[in-house]
């Protein structure tokens, strides 16, 4: 049996990490649960920002690359996303986006190892590493892009791959089991480079436990960081001096500001930055990271699978018509749920006109994200209960909501 | 003879660029010629940059991708950009850092054509420009660098050649005839990629006029878009559909929201795009290249000429032991004017702290920036009165001045 909204405001009551509502921005009357395509704003980060900007940069003017730090902001905020994904400071850096540092994990992977010629991935990856994979293989001769079904794939992987996989899927909600795949993949001779763009402040992630060489990740989902946040890359630190980035800007080099002429790679992590980093989208990044430091991410992780599994019981105990398309199990999912519904695109058009955000995925899937910092259990309730007078009153054949956005 | 304090304020009183100092927040006490390294703070920044994250992120959420048409930004900004540098408004966009432009313009240039397979450069270009090059041949041993001094650089240009060249040199501030070099390359069969860092906004660009075919530029020098702003690249239209960006991320799919498996480059320059567009910096970018709407592009560059001009005019006057590395001639030249001194990094080091902030360059270089926006001609009278002092005290037996800091 589905809680009622009494024991739901109980769980919300004692909730260990119920005071982080606060520190978000939330607008009045909406329930967010798209904080997996992008979070929430917190409190800190305007008047934060405000700062960076009017002292730092207006005032400091160009001595605030030494004086404000900027200059160690990629590695500084870079060790603080390490001690929410189980890395070690200095194996985690922030720089570029997502799909720059895809392009650099992989070319770097393939290029250390002259017999490695396949990127192995599977179907239905996010769209974008599956463009920046087969960008490198349209690029270079040498190079394939492999895509293996999940349930056949590690055994497709051998001495020459690299494979490509994103922890938990974007659509699905899936999540692949990431030890039990970096083992069978390094026991058949390869390398994989995950992507935790919707991972990262939602599930439980120990990469040095896990033993991942390499990885990605945004900053603008669970993480909080604005809008096109810069990303993060990890290399652990044993094979951080045996790969080449392909992107040499000048902040890889190891003395940059020498401006020498030859080029020589920065001895750790750095020589994965590029160009100049931005500071105020820095700056941004910083204050999302800065509230899951208060926060243990053990009880993150479970507040999330508790969440989703609130929302689900709900949603099946009151909804009909919608296929479910993310695990039961807790353990094989991130922390959003997805259902298919021959209707999505109009269905998710009038959550959002009542105030329930979620997002529409092609195909004809809908999807809620629970952020563990500021979503609350009445907020499942109440989703779920949207979603039911939302199909149950066929909200489909309302052509308002018919009409695609661009974006969605 | 050299103008009188008198005279440098009867310019300022008719020049018609005067109103735009007030536009921008440069604190109290400071002559600030290191606009070419970072940009000033517009006064309308900090309030814009709050209004987008409260209102846009904070309240609109994800919405705000279609209803502040975020996603537009990236040609929004890059069609201002192109009206400052004599290009269509189409032929432009702002996506992640110099650096990563270069690279994708470069690889993109050579994968065009098979026969191309040599980067020509000339020594002491700016670091990440030579890094980049050189990255790209470590990778592809097809691929060779080729530094050649700029007096019998174009004389080795060939059909296999992409030049690239920096518009404005960042140390001396030698200027490039950018017509000139792009039909002699042309005539020989090579292509030029142009560095406009040190140009845009400083000095008459007309790319159309000059037949320019591909460049990268600075978002964070005189554009004023604050530290580590995204950069923008420029495409000739009848090039746009013949190239292939290497960097294929989601957002240069030709339909990214379709989240198709399949690999189709956007028609025009998206294809360029790469990750999601850090919407934050874009915003304080946008809020630098506002100001230069209002101005006309002319008198910026007379300004930048006139402000060089009587700077070098009163420190030749003034000032002994200094060599002067920029040319003489306005049109050979950018916005900024270099000399070299044997105690150069003692030398700015002074000046700072007597409120003269400049920069120093290796080797023994010191440099000063003009801005046409908000250098005034007494900034520029006052300056050399500041360095003759310094240099009239021999400030480098000071060891205060003589440590280091890592930048510079």
């Known amino acids: ?142 190079v394939r892009v492999h895509t293996v079904p999940r349930e056949a794939l590690v055994d497709a992987a051998g001495p020459g791959t690299v494979v490509l996989l994103t922890h938990v899927h974007y659509r699905t909600g899936e999540r692949f089991d990431m030890a039990a795949v970096n083992s069978v993949v390094r026991g058949r001779g390869g390398i994989v480079v995950w992507d935790l763009s919707h991972s990262v402040g ?62 020589v790679p920065a001895p750790g992590l750095d020589r994965f930055q590029c160009g100049t980093p931005p500071i105020l989208s820095l700056a941004a990044l910083e204050c999302g990271v800065d509230l899951y430091l208060e926060a243990d991410m053990a009880l993150v992780a479970a507040k999330g699978q508790a969440l989703c599994d609130l929302f689900l019981e709900r949603v099946e105990r009151l909804c009909t018509g919608l296929e479910l398309v993310t695990p039961r199990d807790p353990q094989a999912r991130g922390s959003h749920i997805s259902f298919r519904h021959p209707h999505a695109y109009a269905v998710m058009q009038a959550l959002i006109a009542r105030g329930v955000i979620g997002d529409f995925r092609e195909p004809e899937v809908i999807r809620f994200g629970f952020a563990p910092l500021y979503n609350s259990f009445t907020d499942a309730w109440r989703a779920a209960e949207v979603l039911a007078e939302v199909l149950a009153s066929r909200a489909w054949d309302d052509s308002a909501f018919q009409v695609r956005s661009r974006v969605t």
């Not at 690359?65 to 870079?78: C, K, L, T």
């Not at 991935?121 to 996010?126: A, K, L, R, V």
């Not at 990740?217 to 094979?239: I, M, Q, T, W």
């Not at 080449?244 to 030859?262: C, E, I, K, V, Y």
């Open 202 to 263: 939602a599930v439980d992630l120990d990469l040095a436990a896990a033993r991942t060489e390499l990885a990605v990740g945004s900053g603008y989902k669970y993480l909080n960081g604005g809008p096109g946040a810069p990303a993060f890359v990890y290399v652990a630190r044993d094979l951080q001096a045996r790969l080449r980035s392909p992107l040499t800007g000048w902040l890889s080099h190891a003395q940059p500001f020498a401006f020498s002429d030859d080029y």
């Open 1 to 142: 049996v589905a809680p009622s909204l009494a024991e739901c405001e109980a769980h919300d009551a004692a909730d260990p990490l119920a005071e982080f509502r606060d520190r978000f921005a939330l607008p009045e009357g909406i329930i967010y649960l798209d904080g997996n395509s992008l979070g929430a704003l917190p409190r800190a980060t305007a008047g934060h920002l405000t700062r960076v900007v009017e002292a730092e940069w207006g005032t400091g003017l160009v001595r605030s690359w030494n004086e404000a730090e900027w200059i160690d902001a990629p590695r500084r905020v870079g060790a603080k996303i390490a001690r929410l994904i189980g890395a070690d400071s200095d194996e985690v850096l922030v720089a570029d986006s997502t799909s720059v540092n895809l392009y650099k994990l992989l070319r770097a992977a393939l290029s250390a190892d002259p017999a490695r010629h396949t990127i192995l991935t599977e179907p239905g990856n996010f769209p974008t590493d599956l463009y920046i994979a087969k960008g490198i293989a349209a690029d270079d001769p040498g």
